[in-house]
């Protein structure tokens, strides 16, 4: 187990929520996508924390944490508004919230 | 050697928790397999010496934001018939491919020996200027060394991450009420 092993897992992860991210229509899927590749860098940021040794990429860490559950609060929040005006979470039906 | 052996097993763990995530398409089945994807890398988190972020991990994401997920998505209470039949069209063929490509060229490419030489390189200058701010006493990933780095040294970042959240709260309350 060493630094590129994490780094490839890490790359892995984020291509598996990109294309999840690409290819999901429903409104839901495509935040949990995000989830994953969030969650891919929060484990490049441990990585090199870990073997730099220096802590601060925990704190790093940390404030994603933080960003992602933000994300997610306002994320369900426009999912259940487009929920409720057209019975649906697909993210094309979005585009009516332009006006 | 039992570390790499626990690392490769949660590895497998991530990305096949991961993928399901991705490919089901029942959103309740995706949200519990991205449950199992965060306790797989809060032990990745643990093998990193990373204790601290691992908890939280834990106690953040699988416990508080899935429940916000699950309990969104059965409020919305989404059927299989809403759900749509699935389609097999070229564009996820292609979608697929380049991922696999991407990752290929990532691992191929990227992690050779660059990360080696950028952390031979960067790793004796940073060491020694991290050093005069850490506790002596406070082990890599305890709780006295993350707080010392969070409270003494990014004092200004965390009070931004309480405003972000405080918008956060407003824009969600705003945004799902409709009518204040």
């Given at each position: 187990m060493n630094l590129q092993a994490c780094l490839l897992l890490s790359?892995g992860l984020?291509?598996?929520?990109?294309?999840?991210?690409?290819?999901?229509?429903?409104?839901?899927?495509?935040?949990?996508?995000?989830?994953?590749?969030?969650?891919?860098?929060?484990l490049n940021?441990v990585a090199f924390s870990r073997y730099s040794g220096?802590?601060?990429?925990q704190?790093?860490?940390?404030?994603?944490?933080?960003?992602?559950?933000?994300?997610?609060?306002?994320?369900?929040?426009?999912?259940?508004?487009?929920?409720?005006?057209?019975?649906?979470?697909?993210?094309?039906?979005?585009?009516?919230?332009?006006? | 050697m039992a570390e790499t052996i626990l690392f490769y097993i949660f590895a497998i763990g991530v990305l096949f928790a991961g993928?399901?995530?991705?490919?089901?398409?029942?959103?309740?089945?995706?949200?519990?397999?991205?449950?199992a994807c965060f306790f797989f890398l809060a032990g990745t988190y643990v093998l990193l010496a990373a204790h601290l972020i691992a908890i939280?991990q834990i106690?953040?994401?699988?416990?508080?934001?899935?429940?916000?997920?699950?309990?969104?998505?059965?409020?919305?209470?989404?059927?299989?018939?809403?759900?749509?039949?699935?389609?097999?069209?070229?564009?996820?063929?292609?979608?697929?491919?380049?991922?696999?490509?991407?990752?290929?060229?990532?691992?191929?490419?990227?992690l050779?020996?660059?990360?080696?030489?950028?952390?031979?390189?960067?790793?004796?200058?940073?060491?020694?200027?991290?050093?005069?701010?850490?506790?002596?006493?406070?082990p890599f990933g305890s709780?006295?060394?993350?707080?010392?780095?969070?409270?003494?040294?990014?004092?200004?970042?965390?009070?931004?991450?309480?405003?972000?959240?405080?918008?956060?709260?407003?824009?969600?309350?705003?945004?799902?009420?409709?009518?204040?």
């Amino acid at each position: 187990m060493n630094l590129q092993a994490c780094l490839l897992l890490s790359s892995g992860l984020f291509c598996v929520g990109l294309y999840g991210l690409l290819t999901r229509r429903n409104a839901i899927g495509i935040l949990l996508s995000i989830e994953v590749m969030a969650n891919a860098a929060n484990l490049n940021f441990v990585a090199f924390s870990r073997y730099s040794g220096a802590g601060y990429g925990q704190v790093f860490a940390l404030f994603v944490l933080a960003l992602t559950v933000a994300e997610v609060a306002v994320g369900l929040a426009l999912v259940m508004a487009l929920f409720r005006s057209h019975r649906d979470a697909l993210v094309e039906l979005a585009s009516a919230f332009r006006h | 050697m039992a570390e790499t052996i626990l690392f490769y097993i949660f590895a497998i763990g991530v990305l096949f928790a991961g993928a399901q995530v991705v490919l089901r398409r029942n959103p309740v089945h995706g949200a519990l397999s991205l449950v199992a994807c965060f306790f797989f890398l809060a032990g990745t988190y643990v093998l990193l010496a990373a204790h601290l972020i691992a908890i939280l991990q834990i106690m953040v994401y699988a416990g508080a934001v899935m429940v916000l997920f699950v309990f969104v998505i059965m409020l919305l209470n989404l059927k299989d018939e809403e759900l749509g039949t699935p389609r097999r069209t070229i564009w996820k063929g292609i979608g697929l491919v380049s991922v696999v490509g991407a990752t290929g060229a990532v691992a191929w490419r990227g992690l050779g020996s660059a990360y080696d030489s950028v952390l031979a390189h960067g790793a004796a200058t940073q060491l020694t200027d991290m050093a005069k701010h850490t506790l002596p006493g406070a082990p890599f990933g305890s709780l006295k060394a993350v707080a010392h780095a969070v409270y003494l040294n990014s004092v200004l970042p965390f009070e931004l991450t309480s405003l972000l959240l405080l918008v956060a709260v407003v824009g969600a309350v705003v945004v799902a009420k409709g009518k204040i």
